[in-house]
């Protein structure tokens, strides 16, 4: 059965029943989208099926023959970052990182709708579980990229990134 | 290969509704697969052991389109193509999960689901109870034309193909609170009129979608939403699950129903 | 020095959003096993019979493991700590909890290794299961633990204890005493990733153990107990965990992973399903907490007796250590002279409990924050007010004896209450963490104030449990 994953083709021989999750895993060796679930339920094995986004963990590979796979491995290009990859590097929307593959999938399908606003953002990413950040930093990486509000695609972690803070806040009455 | 439970099946993937039929033939030990939002779990947890599958998700069986004065919806139809559908089908399918499933999750699959161990499922069920959904499948003896009603009372053992459904005068729903996108609906209440007739059907008080005939015949007979309300219970005995007591949606459903017919007026 | 004060970048950021962050079950060996457990359908029950024979001779099958295997089974996490084994790797004469590990199967897939578990003959003899912790201990009760309901290991008591001045005085003179329960839950960590590890026996005679865990040098140390094998015969490689908090410091699966590689000679892994991480790893405990305070009309808590039952499960796992913990903050962030504190650990026929964020400390703070407002409420009292009055201040002592030399209570009330917009009168928005002086220092509480200037932490004459000295 052909497949085409971030744009290599590829003859694959898993059993056509084999979830496109295993398929990605086990058989191409993609592991950006996690097993968190297996059941549809947690997001974290979002890819894009043509260009949608889709739980592998739900699809079938006999359903999905001949069809484009988009994985975040096929996001940047070379070193450089996305607009929604850039934005949550940016804003901290990632801790452990195990649901952040499944995540930047689904924002990557909103955000190429133009701008989105809060609600839109909960709505589109509701199926997504994270038990790190508390959603906020996400729910703000993806209204940034939605606003192409990110400083570019270059290494944020470059020496001349770093900037002073502004005064740390004190505490009231707290010993010097 | 890891993770692949699907090795010993027969797969057959349609590429046309009668490819699909062909495929089905009486139905006997044969898994129809749509969206998979169902089957798919099931199979990679051991719980259904598939010996011949036929998906239609590439079958030609999707779409929406208006036929004499009705709507009719091919089976694998996605939710997320029916969020926007007649009231209160439409309500019914975008309450279900979140954007990602519903593109996957579709009409037939929906209408067919097994009873949930744990859960309620099937949402757009009662949708259809109220819109007099006719159901149009493939199977044994053929191709043949049924109430949902009928479908739901003896489930199983046919390919559904489209299902039509009425244009209502009026359209109405009443939920119990969904908190988030995982949880499920826990009963809801829809209510249609539809050519004068008021219908009224529930999800999530028993493993399937039951229409409220006591309610529906108080309605005809003139009493007011809260009276109608009364009649609640003749038709169904909720059960306990693991998201709600059947105490708590016996006391819950009448409330519903009165707060649906309100609506509907 | 320019980093301090800086907004660094996450230095894991650029690989967490290109996919490239590696956790246990991204890594590939070829010709890895998967692993699946036969595990007890039963609260609690004695193992009759346990036949893997016919497993054994399965397409795919390369290794099963019983408690057989294990050179050393029954091994304590916190013997180091003084809390004595209980708790077999593999089940042995009884199962006490509905998912314990009984076998386990290392085969060239999980279907295979789910096939060869369901062919494994097991019998049991059903016993009644034990799941209130309220009357767990009671006299006549059920027990199934060797050593009873309850842990014996504190010391010589079977409870840990904290005893400080006269409690029973304070509750002859207090105007109010107020009564509360509180029953905080079990709670399921659900980290995104499962417990998972994988195994690689190495040329050398050496294991490389991929794992999950959030403490690697102890997880090593419990995989070489049970081994009876040399720290250095194992390497461990952590990682990037996909989030823990506090329940994969168990080495879930590490050791059976071991074992089963040591017999099939080739790498194993065992990745929980999700249905297992809910079901069967370990949880936060549920508690039972009651508390009794002995307090005056305007605002001062002389006296507190506590009762609390922490359920640890089938086995002491780190219980122990969690209820010392919750008895070291009985009195929250608040200076209270007279205790009585009883801390039960009670075993009960559920998954063991562990660590989560806050181990032991969070339970005694959501009893004791809720008691406060009950106080307030009962005394008719502004709840900042009660807290700021009874906070703790330098030179105050804890129920251990603790010298609070830098306690931050009264600034972050008053922030706290800033932030809700309260206002407070005037004399207690001027309150600080200095010593008690004048109207903060009632004769009640000169007694339990470290003289001046002794600002160093002390244990002061109290024993290994807490007790009066």
């Known amino acids: 059965m052909e497949l085409t994953v971030n744009g290599v083709r590829h ?86 990182g195990f649901c952040t593959s499944g995540f930047v999938m689904a924002a990557e399908a909103l955000v190429a709708g133009g701008e989105a606003g809060r609600d839109e953002i909960i709505e ?53 | 290969m890891g993770g692949s439970p699907f090795g010993a099946a027969e797969v057959v993937v349609a590429a046309s509704p009668q490819e699909a039929i062909d495929a089905f033939g009486d139905g006997d030990g044969v898994t129809v697969l749509a969206g998979g939002t169902i089957v798919v779990p099931d199979v990679t947890y051991g719980r259904l052991d598939a010996r011949k599958v036929v998906l239609i998700g590439r079958a030609g069986l999707s779409g929406v389109r208006s036929e004499g004065g009705r709507t009719v919806i091919g089976a694998g139809t996605t939710l997320a193509e029916l969020e926007d559908a007649v009231e209160p089908l439409g309500t019914c399918a975008r309450r279900v999960a979140d954007p990602e499933i519903r593109e996957q999750a579709t009409l037939g699959g929906n209408l067919c689901a097994p009873p949930g161990a744990e859960s309620p499922r099937g949402d757009l069920q009662a949708g259809l109870l109220v819109l007099d959904a006719q159901v149009r499948s493939a199977g044994a003896g053929g191709e043949r034309t049924e109430s949902v009603e009928d479908v739901l009372a003896s489930p199983g053992g046919r390919l559904v193909l489209d299902v039509s459904v009425a244009e209502p005068e009026a359209a109405a729903t009443a939920t119990v609170r969904r908190p988030h996108a995982h949880a499920y609906t826990v009963m809801r209440v829809c209510a249609a009129r539809v050519a004068g007739e008021v219908r009224v059907a529930v999800s999530g008080a028993g ?7 006591a309610v529906e015949a108080a309605v005809a007979g ?44 | 020095m320019k980093a301090i004060g800086a907004r ?150 079977n409870h840990r204890r904290v005893r400080k001045g006269d409690v029973e005085a304070a509750f002859e003179e207090a105007d109010h005493i107020v009564e509360g329960a509180y029953r905080p839950q079990a709670i399921e960590h659900v980290p995104l990733e499962t417990q998972v ?121 780190f219980s122990p250590y969690g209820l ?57 009292m502004d709840p900042f007010e009660l807290r700021l009055k009874n906070a703790n201040r330098i030179g105050d002592t804890t129920g251990n004896r603790v010298v609070m030399h830098d306690p931050s209570t009264v600034p972050v009330t008053l922030a706290a209450a800033e932030a809700a917009g309260i206002e407070l009168a005037a004399d207690y928005r001027a309150m600080t963490s200095d010593r008690r002086t004048g109207d903060l220092l009632p004769e009640h509480l000169v007694g339990q104030q470290a003289p001046d200037g002794e600002h160093l932490a002390t244990f002061r004459g109290t024993d290994a449990n807490g007790g009066a000295s």
Request: with cysteine.
């Open chain 1, 11 to 96: 003859d694959v021989f898993s059993p056509p029943l084999t979830t496109l999750l295993n398929v990605l895993r086990e058989e191409l060796l993609v592991t950006s989208p996690k097993a968190g679930c297996e059941q549809g339920g947690c997001g974290a094995c979002t890819v894009h099926v043509d260009g949608r986004p889709r739980r592998a963990c739900l699809v079938p590979l006999a359903a999905v023959e001949g069809a484009e796979i988009t994985t975040v491995e096929g996001l940047s290009d070379g070193d450089d970052l996305s607009v929604v990859q850039a934005a949550f590097h940016e804003h901290y929307a990632a801790q452990c």
């Open chain 1, 124 to 176: 589109a990413l509701s199926g997504h579980v994270c038990r790190c950040t508390g959603y906020a930093k996400i729910i703000d990486a993806v209204g940034a990229a939605s606003r192409g509000e990110v400083s570019g695609a270059e290494d944020p972690a470059a020496p001349d990134r770093l900037s002073p803070a502004d005064e740390p806040v004190k505490v009231k009455g707290s010993p010097a």
């Open chain 2, 207 to 213: 493993p399937r979608a039951v229409r409220l005939r």
């Open chain 2, 222 to 265: 003139g009493a007011d939403a809260e009276s109608a309300a009364g009649h609640a219970l003749e038709d169904v005995t909720p059960q306990d699950d693991a998201l709600a007591s059947g105490w708590y949606r016996g006391k819950v459903l009448p409330v519903l129903v009165r707060d649906a017919l309100t609506k509907i007026g």
């Open chain 3, 8 to 157: 660094l970048p996450r230095y894991d950021g650029v690989a967490h959003v290109s996919g490239r962050t590696q956790y246990v079950d991204d890594v590939r060996v070829p010709g890895t096993l998967w692993v699946k457990a036969l595990r007890s359908p039963h609260h609690s029950a004695l193992i009759r019979s346990l036949d893997t024979s016919k497993a054994e001779g399965m397409t795919g099958v390369h290794a099963i493991v019983t408690h057989k295997d294990v050179p050393h089974n029954v091994y304590g996490h916190l013997e180091a700590l003084g809390v004595p084994a209980d708790e077999p790797l593999l089940a042995q004469d009884d199962v006490r909890w509905k998912g314990q590990v009984i076998a386990a199967v290392a085969a060239t897939s999980p279907e295979a290794a789910q096939a060869a578990v369901d062919a494994i003959k097991v019998s049991f003899e059903e016993r009644t299961p034990v799941l209130d912790i309220r009357t767990a201990a009671d006299p006549g009760a059920d027990t199934f633990h060797q050593w009873g309901a309850l842990y014996p290991h504190f010391g010589p008591y």
């Open chain 3, 197 to 317: 590890s994988l195994v690689v026996p190495e040329a050398s005679g050496r294991l490389t153990i991929y794992s999950c865990t959030q403490a690697m040098y102890f997880s090593m140390g419990v995989v070489a107990a049970h081994l009876k094998w040399p720290l250095n015969k194992l390497k461990f490689v952590g990682g990037t965990v996909g989030g823990g908090f506090g329940g994969k410091v168990d080495t879930a699966t590490e050791t059976i992973c071991a074992l089963l590689a040591i017999k099939a000679k080739r790498p194993v892994k065992w990745r929980f399903t999700r249905e297992e991480e809910f079901l069967c790893s370990s949880t936060r405990a549920p508690w039972h907490v009651e508390i009794r305070d002995a307090v005056t009309d305007d605002g001062w808590i002389r006296g507190r007796r506590m009762l609390t039952l922490h359920d640890a499960g089938a086995y002491a796992r």
């Open chain 3, 324 to 380: 010392t913990k919750h008895a070291f903050h009985h009195t929250g962030a608040y200076t209270i002279p007279n205790l009585r504190f009883d801390g039960f650990v009670v075993f009960t026929n559920r998954v063991p409990t562990t660590a989560m964020r806050g181990f032991g400390v969070t339970s005694v703070s959501l009893a004791t924050e809720l008691h406060l407002s009950r106080v307030a409420k009962v005394i008719g």
